[in-house]
C-alpha cells in the first residue's frame, strides 16, 4: 500500500518561501508522475505542479515561475519549492501519483497559510 507523509507547511508572509516534502513508502516514486494538489477553503482540490517519470515537470499557469517540483530518488521524495508566496496559495497541500499515474488514497497533507 502507498503510502504519502507532508510537510514543510506552515505560516509566512507573502513575498516569503516555502519548502514541501513528501514522503513516499510503497512505490518507487521515480517509476510514477508525481504530482502536488492543493485545496483552498471552500474550493476543490487543484493540480499545481507534476513530474514524470523522465523528469519533465508542468505547472498550473497560477503557480508558474514561482514553484518548483522536484524529487530525490535515493530518499523517494517529491519536493515542492514555493517562492514569491501569495495570500491565494493558502491551502492545504498534498502529493500523490499524476497524470499517467492513478492516485493512491490521500495523506493529511500539509496546511501553507500566506498572511501578513
Known amino acids: 500500500q502507498v503510502h504519502q507523509v507532508e510537510s514543510g507547511g506552515g505560516l509566512v508572509q507573502p513575498g516569503g518561501s516555502l519548502r514541501l516534502s513528501c514522503a513516499v513508502t510503497?512505490?518507487?516514486?521515480?517509476?510514477?508522475?508525481m504530482g502536488w494538489y492543493r485545496q483552498a477553503p471552500g474550493k476543490q482540490r487543484e493540480l499545481i505542479a507534476s513530474i514524470d517519470t523522465f523528469g519533465s515537470t508542468n505547472y498550473a499557469d497560477s503557480v508558474k515561475g514561482r514553484f518548483t517540483i522536484s524529487r530525490d530518488n535515493a530518499k523517494n521524495t517529491v519536493y515542492l519549492q514555493m517562492n514569491s508566496l501569495k495570500p491565494e496559495d493558502t491551502a492545504v497541500y498534498y502529493c500523490?501519483?499524476?497524470?499517467?499515474?492513478?492516485?493512491?488514497?490521500w495523506g493529511q497533507g500539509t496546511q501553507v497559510t500566506v498572511s501578513s
Open positions: 500523490n501519483g499524476a497524470r499517467r499515474t492513478i492516485a493512491w488514497n
Open positions: 510503497g512505490t518507487i516514486v521515480k517509476n510514477n508522475d
